[in-house]
């Protein structure tokens, strides 16, 4: 996991993790009781967040196997799977910017889980903020893909996001 977190700047309530830069046309919900995705592609997934833009704070890190224990201290947590073709597998946000430096397709090509936890998105729901008041981990491994699956919902936020 990288030490310290990157800013990463958003809009219209998310960032997006994938090998391509922002996918043009219109977002779909995922389907199913999912919080904190909005849409998963097959070479991208968009995190929702409480704030409409601004920063967040995103910790990445790549690892070889499927994490033992769900980490505490993570007010929702979900998880969706990718296929990288070449990489880097990255979180980017609006206008290029990426986040951590930490490369999440560490194992080359090939289908990826994510496990995407976030807190703080009921901090203040709707603004637009420059400084980070949400907080987002992302881990990834090699995995064959599966459907999209929540694993934990606290936040207000992701209530509201399993009753869309």
């Known amino acids: 996991m990288t030490a310290e977190p990157t800013l990463v700047y958003l809009d219209r309530h998310i960032f997006s993790v994938g090998e391509l830069s922002w996918t043009q046309g219109p977002l779909q919900p ?3 009781p999912v919080c904190l995705v909005f849409e998963a592609r097959d070479q991208e997934t968009f995190v ?3 704030i409409s833009s601004g ?3 995103v910790w990445g890190e790549a690892i070889t196997s499927r994490p033992s224990m769900i980490a505490e201290g993570w007010e929702d947590i979900a998880e969706v799977s990718l296929t990288v073709r070449s990489g880097p597998l990255q979180v980017m946000g609006i206008g290029g910017t990426t986040g951590p430096e930490v490369r999440l397709d560490a194992c080359g090509p090939g289908d990826y ?4 936890h976030a807190k703080g998105r009921d901090t203040d729901y709707d603004a ?4 980070a008041v949400e907080d987002y981990l992302i881990l990834a491994w090699p995995e064959q893909p599966s459907p ?4 934990r919902t606290t936040s207000h936020t992701g209530e509201m996001e399993l009753n869309r």
């Open 30 to 32: 995922v389907t199913g």
């Open 128 to 131: 637009a903020r420059l400084d």
């Open 113 to 116: 889980r994510l496990r995407i």
């Open 48 to 50: 929702t967040t409480g």
């Open 148 to 151: 999209p699956t929540a694993l």
């Open 55 to 57: 920063n967040v704070k």
